[in-house]
């Protein structure tokens, strides 16, 4: 059964600093990879999706890498804003069963 | 276009009572989900419905039931409430089961006292 930890829970940073969000899965054979934003109260919105064919995806200050055979993901945030203040989370998608969420990572970016 | 949409947005519930929650999507999206999402459990799959006219379980399906009503609609109902019930309820669709983006609504905010 796939499991999807990341860690830290929650995380503190300054405004401007870089930060990576990691995230890890137990079971390589993956279909894709989505990281998500959820704001206090909101639904979840999706960031990234990376394919299991590609290595990472960007989009603005949002880099997202996979390594499928060390079971890991990394979602890395450049010049983090109070804007980027939410909770994120990674999803496994393994083709044959639905998406497997880990419990996220609420991170704070302090002005 | 308005995405995925969900009603009510809040509701509470005495033990024993029934309601169905209510979601469509104008995305012509042919899968759809509901998620309960609890502080420290994470988010888990309750149902989904892969295609219009198909319903499976998820990983929490003890005490709900859903109906896949046509291509847009996905209600999830709640026959006999408990308070082990009382969560946040999203609904998500995507255009195929597997290898899509998914799309959240806004969530349901459920107490059963």
């Known amino acids: 059964k796939q499991e999807v930890t990341q860690i830290p829970a929650a995380l503190s940073v300054p405004e401007g600093e870089n930060l990576v969000l990691n995230c890890s899965f137990t079971d390589s054979a993956i279909y894709n990879l989505q990281w998500f934003r959820q704001d206090p109260g909101k639904g979840l919105t999706s960031l990234l999706l990376?394919?299991?064919?590609?290595r990472e995806q960007t989009s603005g200050r949002l880099n997202a890498s996979l390594d499928k055979s060390s079971g890991r993901s990394t979602l890395y945030i450049a010049a983090s804003q109070p804007g980027d203040s939410a909770t994120y989370l990674c999803a496994v998608d393994s083709g044959n069963t639905p998406l497997v969420f880990g419990k996220g990572t609420r991170l704070s970016v302090i002005a | 276009n308005a995405g995925v949409t969900q009603t009510p947005k809040f509701q509470v519930l005495k033990t024993g009572q029934s309601m169905t929650l209510q979601c469509a999507q104008d995305m012509n999206h042919n899968s759809m989900y509901w998620y309960r999402q609890d502080p420290g459990m994470g988010l888990r799959l309750i149902y989904y419905s892969a295609s219009e006219g198909t319903t499976d379980k998820g990983e929490v399906p003890n005490g709900y039931n859903v109906s896949r009503l046509n291509k847009r609609e996905f209600s999830l109902r709640l026959e006999s409430a408990a308070p082990s019930q009382t969560s946040v309820y999203f609904c998500?669709?995507?255009?195929?089961?597997?290898?899509?983006?998914?799309?959240f609504g806004p969530g349901t905010r459920l107490l059963v006292l």
């Open positions: 990376i394919q299991s064919s590609q």
């Open positions: 998500a669709s995507s255009l195929n089961r597997a290898g899509e983006t998914q799309y």
